[in-house]
């Protein structure tokens, strides 16, 4: 397939003004094409998206953006691609994937409803033990309100079953015993939640890649680690690492379950034992889908051309690895605050890095480095926490 092929489709990415969405754009753009941005929040979109997006329109909501581009985007002939890095995004595409199937293409699992379901930890968890995944989940139990765990051992960790469920990474608690589960429900918000045996994990491995062909073809296009993260949560400054061979089959057993096209991302967490165990997988673009772009293999694109012409033959073997640094700046910046880096070790790795994932590496680092300081109160932030003026409880997810 040639470009001009590829230009007579439109890409539509529909979401808020979030690194996940303007790398998808960000990847567009340099890849040549135009991209529409359908901004959700009826708020003027973030400098850094307009810089990126041919052009922008904005919504109130996600279901009138739905609603915008059914009315304005339809072209039998050439059939535009639908795009986010939305969790709720994803879901209401699902919703409405009868009247868009026929008309766009978009990530879905083969049927209405179907991303939705395997949304689902519960569901992804049990499509992971049918399709026999080597380097399955934890062991893990459903649990309603006020309920503590029956064969779980402790400590365990509570996540919702849902992204877009409950409070999300607010209602992730550590729990030592029934005690601290039955203190915990006083926080979580969410009435059904899934508890696990808690992993202690010495990294994560994120793997991304796209399928098509209802999963019958998947490519593994990028692998990373974080250099730096919490117990509780992922990490915002990270490292490419070679794709690890033993999850390559795990991917295409579970996205071929799934029958999922689309971009995705799976997560896995490593354990003191270097044994990996199932986490999540996203169906929708990342936050960090944009490295893969930096390492050569535009997502988005590749995608979309594997679509159009899906036939071809997706060969593993052809991906090749670079070595590369990626952060997101003004998340990782708050680090500096819960004393996990000193500020002048952070501007130094910031400086360095390969990839900036929430702005543009190509403008005068000092110019983005001070606009970065004055947005973020580098220098407050700096001399609070040399002298301790900061109390860590007050900021428990500055991860």
């Known amino acids: 397939m040639n470009k001009d092929d590829l230009m007579n489709h439109k890409f539509i990415v529909l979401g808020i003004s979030h690194y996940n969405n303007v790398g998808l754009c960000k990847s567009i753009r340099e890849a040549g094409y135009n991209v529409i941005f359908i901004e959700i929040s009826g708020r003027k979109p973030s400098k850094f998206m307009m810089r990126h997006a041919s052009s922008c329109v904005i919504v109130n909501s996600i279901e009138d953006g739905v609603i915008y ?5 339809i072209d039998h002939e050439h059939k535009a691609f639908l795009l986010t890095g939305q969790d709720d995004v994803v879901s209401m595409l699902d919703k409405h994937y009868d009247e868009l199937i026929k ?3 978009f990530f879905n699992c083969c049927g209405k409803g179907n991303v939705s379901w395997y949304m689902s930890k519960q569901n992804m968890y049990q499509l992971s033990d049918r399709v026999r995944m080597y380097n399955a989940p934890a062991k893990w139990e459903l649990l309603t309100r006020g309920e503590l765990p029956h064969h779980l051992r402790y400590p ?9 469920s409950g409070a999300w990474k607010l209602d992730v608690n550590i729990c030592k015993n029934d005690e ?12 059904e939640i899934l508890a696990q045996e808690f992993v202690r994990k010495i990294n994560e491995l994120d793997v991304q890649g796209f399928s098509i062909n209802d999963g019958d073809k998947v490519i593994c296009t990028c692998a ?24 390559v089959d ?10 999922y096209n689309g971009i995705f991302c799976i997560e896995w967490v490593r354990d003191e034992n270097n044994k990996l165990h199932f986490c999540e997988i996203n169906l929708r673009n990342d936050g960090y889908g944009y490295l893969s772009t930096h390492c050569g293999y535009n997502l988005p694109i590749e995608w979309a051309k594997a679509t159009l012409n899906c036939k071809t033959k997706l060969n593993q073997s052809k991906i ?5 640094t990626a952060m997101v700046a003004n998340v990782d910046m708050k680090q500096i605050i819960r004393y996990k880096v000193n500020a002048f070790t952070w501007l130094w790795q910031y400086l360095t890095i390969d990839c900036l994932l929430d702005g543009d590496k190509n403008c005068p680092w000092y110019l983005y480095a001070l606009a970065k300081a004055l947005r973020m109160g580098f220098v407050k932030m700096w001399f609070k926490s040399t002298f301790r003026l900061y109390k860590e409880e007050d900021y428990p997810y500055a991860f």
């Open 69 to 73: 581009i059914y009315q304005h985007f």
């Open 103 to 105: 008309n766009f293409y």
């Open 156 to 164: 365990i960790i509570t996540k919702v079953t849902n992204p877009n």
């Open 180 to 191: 601290e589960m039955l203190a915990a429900w006083d926080k979580i918000s969410a009435d």
């Open 224 to 247: 990373l680690e974080y250099v730096r993260f919490s117990d509780k949560g992922y990490g915002f400054y990270m490292r490419t690492i070679p794709i690890p061979e033993t999850v």
């Open 250 to 259: 795990d991917i295409c057993r579970i996205v071929k379950g799934m029958k």
């Open 320 to 324: 090749q690895y670079f070595s590369r």
